[in-house]
């Protein structure tokens, strides 16, 4: 086992647990133990327990986002400051002041990748298990198993397929078939253009005018565009298991970072005015319902012909009060009448 292994051993386990336990919940509803479909929804649902886990990282991820916002305009004003001047010690200010910038707004331009940096050490970790597979299943592994993944179920998925392609295989396998490699190009496909989706949704739905006008924004949006044909080259060498994972967790983010967008906008942004007219809209729909409703009740009094007022009074009218009178008179009044 090489050094990589070695250090990834914990979230390989930690993986292939996740995995296993998935598997053990679809079989028990009745999927079939070694089919493709079961095995690929436990790496759905091992996207799902990361991505739960991740929240927090991504709720300081809209944070660091909107105060990135926030401070763009002192950015422009101190690029403005030190523009022309390429000497070190300028260079170094610069950096000092720009960063003093970002603290005071409690931000940092690197806290917008912490969920995908949390997430490569469990994508290289499941890269590794999809690897180790087919030694496992022959029995040349270096260890009996990985954590709960067996020689029994490494052999399982293995044999496993989805549209004819087995989930360890991978584009630029030695054995990639037809079937491997429509599956695999598809799945790329769909990786980057989810990729591409969710970076845009980011930086040109969710950021005010002003701060896609510098060069930082610019650089952003190149790298919008380059990533998606960065991922087209090496996904060719990812097993298809790996793009599943990856492809999954792009829509989980796209789906995750639309709710925030549409309900919590950053100020000055595209999303924020569709929001604002949303909202206008809405409150001109019930002000029109609570109108209407007090048209109709206005109405039914006058065809019930009476208001409530009239109706209290004709009930005081109706019911008189009881006297109390004694025994002793209304014996009298009676013998009166016999």
Request: proline share 6%; charged share 20%; aromatic share 8%.
């Amino acid at each position: 086992m090489g050094f990589f292994d070695t250090v990834l051993w914990p979230l390989k386990v930690a993986v292939a647990w996740i995995m296993v336990r998935a598997h053990d919940v679809l079989t028990f509803v009745g999927m079939d133990p070694a089919g493709g479909w079961t095995w690929l929804l436990s790496i759905v649902a091992l996207v799902i327990v990361i991505r739960i886990l991740l929240i927090p990282l991504f709720v300081r991820q809209i944070k660091a986002s909107r105060g990135m916002q926030v401070v763009q305009p002192e950015i422009q004003k101190l690029q403005k400051k030190y523009k022309g001047k390429t000497d070190p010690a300028s260079r170094q200010a610069q950096q000092q002041e720009m960063m003093a910038i970002y603290k005071e707004a409690g931000t940092s331009p690197f806290a917008s990748c912490l969920p995908l940096i949390a997430q490569m050490p469990v994508f290289f970790a499941l890269y590794r298990v999809l690897y180790s597979l087919p030694q496992l299943a022959a029995g040349d592994y270096q260890r009996e198993s990985i954590g709960p993944m067996t020689r029994e179920l490494a052999g399982q998925v293995e044999s496993s397929t989805v549209f004819g392609a087995p989930l360890s295989s991978s584009f630029m396998g030695d054995e990639a078939t037809v079937a491997v490699r429509v599956v695999t190009a598809v799945l790329i496909v769909l990786m980057s253009a989810t990729t591409l989706f969710t970076q845009r949704q980011l930086t040109m739905k969710n950021m005010p005018a002003a701060s896609l006008d510098n060069p930082m924004a610019r650089q952003q949006r190149m790298l919008m565009y380059i990533f998606p044909l960065i991922f087209v080259f090496i996904g060719v060498n990812f097993p298809i298991g790996v793009l599943i994972y990856w492809t999954t967790s792009n829509l989980w983010t796209l789906g995750q970072q639309f709710i925030v967008i549409r309900n919590s906008p950053a100020p000055g942004s595209e999303a924020e005015e569709k929001y604002l007219a949303r909202k206008a809209k809405k409150n001109k729909s019930k002000k029109a319902r609570g109108v209407s409703l007090e048209d109709e009740g206005v109405a039914l009094e006058l065809e019930d012909g009476e208001s409530a007022a009239e109706t209290e009074r004709e009930k005081r009218q109706r019911v008189q009060p009881k006297r109390n009178v004694p025994k002793s008179k209304r014996k009298g009044k009676g013998a009166a009448a016999e």
